[in-house]
């Protein structure tokens, strides 16, 4: 995860630092992560607390600069995710040529945002309408902050993503940095047919040799930051330390 500095108009960009110094900040989490030897890099707008729905284009917009200013420096595939709004993600991956865009694209969720209810054929129209065919399409099935409506189970909720030709399925925990429940992520994995699962928030040291085993991949963020706080800068020792465990499990 490179977490991006609050968006323009949020509650935390009040007392910003100036452009040069907030490039500079990315820059240094960018060099960290890739220093460490990550697969690839997520951007998103993890701090425009407390989140919403749908983003104004001030987010979109935001998020592009600091991707642009960035871009030559970049040596892996990355993606973006503009937190909760899967279009507004795939139209700002699409503009800074991104490989992937994660969000919640299927099912139907209580939040503490309100109610998630993505289209998913307006998200895959999205995708063709701008030619971005290549963006792969990560959806969370079991999202942070939510509970999926009615009795729709993981497995159920795992089979028609797959089915609808979702990319790949995310299994998060209740918030960003606690772990998932593990047998959300085996329920995933045994109902997704050949589409990759990933662990999304929670994966650390202590878990991540156990959790590669279950799943095909993991989104981390809070664990690889300086005492694992998830508005702390990017700690590449930690990082060095971390990727080392995941070859031991390849």
């Keep these: 995860m490179v977490h991006l500095p609050p968006s323009p108009g949020q509650l935390q960009s009040r007392e910003q630092l100036d452009l040069t110094e907030l490039i500079s900040k990315v820059k240094k989490d960018l060099d960290a992560l890739q220093s460490g ?3 690839g890099l997520l951007f998103c707008n993890e701090s425009d607390l407390p989140y919403t729905i749908k983003v104004g284009h001030e987010v979109s917009a935001w998020t592009a600069f600091l991707i642009g200013s960035i871009y030559p420096h970049l040596d892996r595939p990355f993606g973006v995710n503009l937190l909760w709004d899967p279009i507004a993600s795939i139209e ?4 800074v040529g991104a490989h992937f865009v994660r969000e919640v694209m299927s099912g139907s969720f209580f939040s503490e945002m309100g109610v998630l209810q993505p289209d998913p054929a307006e998200i895959a129209r999205t995708r063709t309408r ?3 065919e290549n963006i792969a ?7 942070e ?11 159920q909720r795992a089979k028609a993503a797959a089915y609808f030709g979702f990319d790949a399925l995310l299994v998060s925990g209740p918030i960003a940095g606690i772990p998932f429940a593990v047998q959300d992520l085996k329920d995933a994995k045994s ?7 990933f662990a999304n ?4 040291q202590s878990n991540v040799v156990e959790t590669l085993k279950m799943c095909d991949g993991a989104i ?26 995941v070859k031991s499990v390849r």
């Design 37 to 39: 030897g990550v697969d």
């Design 201 to 204: 928030t929670g994966v650390n």
């Design 145 to 155: 902050f939510a509970t999926a409506q009615g009795d729709r189970t993981v497995q």
């Design 130 to 132: 701008l030619r971005a």
């Design 191 to 197: 109902n997704s047919g050949n589409v990759p699962v």
């Design 220 to 245: 981390v963020g809070s664990s690889l930051k300086f005492e694992g706080k998830t508005f702390a800068p990017v700690d590449t020792s930690r990082v060095k330390d971390f990727m080392q465990l």
């Design 137 to 143: 399409l990560f959806t969370n099935i079991v999202p």
């Design 92 to 95: 700002t991956a699409a503009a």
